[in-house]
């Protein structure tokens, strides 16, 4: 344990980048947006155990201030119910408030008791919050369960600028949870036809511009209605499914897609997981916490935001977690075996 305490995994940098002095280009303006999509009678997120649907805005609260803290800018938090949010914003102080955009009403057509139900509805928010960029401005779309921990690559961002769209790839994630055969699958399902080098985009960050985003959507909506008629055969529910399938559209027509985990902008880390070493991710500006959502929504009532504690904390569940990674694997397998008619490892 006390190994995992030393400095080097102990407290991650928050301060903003500095540009050098002789540099005179201009910084690349992006705007953070999160969806907090409020339905009481859907079925939530698997990976969400609270009942209180406030908890998504407590994890969104905890990212404003942390990308404000490494001196980014403030969060937009769009959602279906404004007015509930801004009453339940006014129990925060107003330093840390998000900003809160009203969606217009959703076109999609889903059953409310579908998995991740509320994710879906990051399309619109994607086509709604396009519409209000400026000129040269890049959409930064984020999970709630999100932290900052560092500032952006400018250079990366500028490149992101020049192509219009940088996307985390998770294949190597997904292929080896669930296998390549069944994942390239369902993304040809949903795409409506062969891929020529299927990938599975992670739905937590998502960098792009209007005009990207213009090409995106269209694509986007057809492959939500192909996701939504195979939906009961498909391994995975959820925005990422149809997104995926649109970018893997788009780059098979010549697209170029940024992958921003290889510059490790974005990292997802699950408590225990050694999949990368916990110092890979201390790197990363940002880090996806789906198994942390609890201790983020903690965050956000604490009076003063820190990283180094919240770190701290991310080293000692990782520690303690990685006893029982190997188990949870091992249950996943046999769950998978039996889906699939095949024996478990």
């Given amino acids: 344990m006390s190994a995992f305490l030393r400095r080097d995994l102990d407290e991650p940098s928050c301060r903003q980048a500095v540009p050098s002095s002789g540099s005179a280009r201009h910084r690349v303006g992006i705007v ?11 079925t939530g997120s698997p990976n969400c155990t609270r009942a209180d649907p406030f908890c998504y805005l407590e994890q969104a609260i905890t990212l404003n201030r942390s990308l404000m803290a490494v001196g980014l800018p403030r969060l937009t938090v769009a959602t279906n ?35 991740f139900y509320s994710a879906h509805f990051k399309l619109d928010m994607m086509e709604q919050v396009a519409a209000t960029l400026r000129e040269g401005e890049l959409l930064m779309l984020l999970d709630t369960d999100m932290l900052a921990l560092r500032a952006l690559d400018e250079e990366l961002l500028r490149r992101c600028q ?11 994630q997904e292929f080896s949870a669930y296998g390549d055969a069944r994942v390239i699958g369902d993304l040809e399902t949903v795409a409506g036809k062969a891929l020529r080098n299927p990938r599975w985009f992670g739905g937590e960050v998502l960098l792009a511009s209007t005009a990207f ?25 959820g925005d990422e499914a ?12 010549g697209h170029q897609i940024i992958d921003l985990g290889a510059h490790r ?15 890979w991710f201390k790197g990363c500006s940002l880090l996806h916490l789906p198994g942390c959502k609890r201790m983020l929504e903690r965050e956000a009532h604490r009076h003063a ?10 080293v000692l569940r990782h520690e303690l977690n990685r006893t029982v990674w190997p188990l ?17 490892a």
């Fill in 32 to 42: 953070p947006c999160a969806l907090v999509f409020i339905e009481t009678d859907g």
């Fill in 81 to 115: 119910v404004a007015g509930q949010i801004e009453q339940y914003l006014t129990k925060i102080d107003s330093d840390s408030r998000p900003r809160v955009l009203q969606l217009s009403p959703s076109r999609l057509t889903l059953q409310k008791m579908t998995r």
């Fill in 162 to 172: 020049m192509l219009g769209v940088g996307a985390f790839d998770i294949s190597d």
């Fill in 213 to 237: 985003i213009n090409e995106l959507v269209p694509y986007a909506h057809a492959c939500f209605e192909r996701y939504r008629l195979a939906i009961d055969e498909l391994n995975h529910n």
């Fill in 242 to 253: 149809f997104i995926s399938a649109a970018l893997n559209l788009l780059a098979d027509e």
């Fill in 265 to 279: 902008l974005v990292g997802r880390h699950w408590s225990g997981n050694t999949h990368r070493d916990l110092r």
């Fill in 305 to 314: 935001f820190s990283a180094e504690r919240v770190w701290r904390n991310l």
């Fill in 328 to 344: 949870r694997q091992w249950v996943r397998s046999r769950a998978r075996s039996r889906h699939d008619g095949t024996p478990a």
